[in-house]
């Protein structure tokens, strides 16, 4: 991953830990359950947000230097694996 890509993700994961934190002070609270369930989506968003990016880190570095060296299956294995896992 280049130090571009992964200062983003660096970035966008500090602003998921913080959106945590405050889900945690919501619940201690007793915040309005909505207000919880609004940020909880939120910090899903996020997280979806850095699978994409990893995943076409991936496809675009990872993947393509297996194709290139012969090992297809193992690309092709490993695709399906993630893309199962994001269907979840």
Known sequence: ???TTNE???RRLKVIEGQVRGLQEMVEKGTYCIDIITQTSAVKQG???VEDVLMENHLATCAM???KKGNG???RGE???VY???RK
Do not use: H
Request: glycine share 4%; proline share 0%; net charge positive.
């Open 1 to 3: 991953m280049n130090a």
């Open 8 to 10: 983003k993700l660096v």
């Open 47 to 49: 997280l979806s947000g």
């Open 65 to 67: 230097d297996q194709i």
């Open 73 to 75: 299956e193992k690309a």
């Open 79 to 81: 695709i399906l694996k």
């Open 84 to 86: 199962r896992l994001k």
